[in-house]
Nanobody, 126 residues
Framework: QVQLVESGGGLVQPGGSLRLSCEASRRTFSSYAMGWFRQAPGEERKFVAAINWDSAHTDYAASAKGRFTISRDNAKITVDLQMNSLKPEDTAVYYC???????????????????WGQGTQVTVSS
């Protein structure tokens, strides 16, 4: 079964940093666009960032631009999200996602996601 497994979530103070990582279970993911979404309590799941298969193209939500950086390592079949200058409003469950059908600029649409991870909690609080 195809799996995406996230790690790296936790509690951090405002202004701090966290690095999330997502590991895929199959090498075929190295050819997929991958990305991150987040869902806060009572809210819809929202796009955060995406990256194409060879890291040549990335896309970010307005809330993530300038603070978050997405990267991938196809040798390890991982995609990371470096989050800096974290704010309380960044608190959410963060999900790794992949699509075998579309590139990074279309990954923001939930209907284009073929695979989801189980999520990792990020809490930004003093």
């Amino acid at each position: 079964q195809v799996q995406l497994v996230e790690s790296g979530g936790g509690l951090v103070q405002p202004g701090g940093s966290l690095r999330l990582s997502c590991e895929a279970s199959r090498r075929t993911f190295s050819s997929y666009a991958m990305g991150w979404f987040r869902q806060a309590p009572g809210e819809e799941r929202k796009f955060v960032a995406a990256i194409n298969w060879d890291s040549a193209h990335t896309d970010y939500a307005a809330s993530a631009k300038g603070r978050f950086t997405i990267s991938r390592d196809n040798a390890k079949i991982t995609v990371d999200l470096q989050m800096n200058s974290l704010k309380p409003e960044d608190t959410a469950v963060y999900y790794c996602a992949a699509s075998r059908r579309v590139g990074p600029y279309a990954l923001k649409f939930l209907t284009n996601i073929d695979y989801w991870g189980q999520g990792t909690q990020v809490t930004v609080s003093s």
